[in-house]
T-cell receptor
């Protein structure tokens, strides 16, 4: 069984640019959640996708957007990057939106200069 | 609002010492509770969970008991190893249509020989 994978592992962007991060959910999982983990802090919920639709959103501005594809993989897009967007972005998948256990990928570390 | 509070780190212990990492939460009702572990440079791994009051989660020698009276879910291990050095996150589930986790700030554990 393949676990959650994310790409790229590291990324450097400059302020104002746009970035796309990718996530492949664990086999058999149809729900993907994205979290932002700033340095020295716990992860913060960005949003969740279930069967290709956004199913819940945290306190993040609209320039954070996402997609989920028919194979349940997902993308996180961030427009107009700000310095404070520098963080580890974690993707987590679960079997269903009601299944409470989430399995996390290794994350993408984004640095905004 | 909903929150999770963990004891501040770092926690520094000698090998074979007893470990306690405190975690308390605020919530209405009885949410499922989790401990995740993050090793250097990696994503989060589920360590253990408890879904209802008085449940005890356990894994790899770690234990935590869901105490509704004190709204706590403290992590314990009887004898730590150097390989347990990591950051530990306590989390609670927010239910209601989607599956969101609220994390504490994390507690760094350093175990030395």
């Amino acid at each position: 069984e393949t676990g959650v994978t994310q790409s790229p592992t590291h990324l450097i962007k400059t302020r104002g640019q746009q970035v796309t991060l990718r996530c492949s959910s664990q086999s058999g999982h149809n729900t993907v959640s994205w979290y932002q983990q700033a340095l020295g802090q716990g992860p913060q919920f960005i949003f969740q996708y279930y069967r290709e639709e956004e199913n819940g959103r945290g306190n993040f501005p609209p320039r954070f957007s996402g997609l989920q594809f028919p194979n349940y993989s997902s993308e996180l897009n961030v427009n107009a990057l700000e310095l404070d967007d520098s963080a580890l972005y974690l993707c987590a998948s679960s079997k269903d939106r009601g299944q409470e256990t989430q399995y996390f990928g290794p994350g993408t570390r984004l640095l905004v200069l | 609002g909903d929150s999770v509070t963990q004891m501040e780190g770092p926690v520094t212990l000698s090998e074979e010492a007893f470990l306690t990492i405190n975690c308390t939460y605020t919530a209405t009702g009885y949410p499922s509770l989790f401990w995740y572990v993050q090793y250097p440079g990696e994503g989060l791994q589920l360590l253990l969970k408890a879904t209802k009051a008085d449940d005890k989660g356990s894994n790899k020698g770690f234990e935590a008991t869901y105490r509704k009276e004190t709204t706590s879910f403290h992590l314990e291990k009887g004898s730590v190893q150097v390989s347990d050095s990591a950051v530990y996150f306590c989390a609670r589930r927010v239910s209601g249509g989607y599956n969101k986790l609220i994390f504490g700030a994390g507690t760094r554990l350093a175990v030395h020989p």
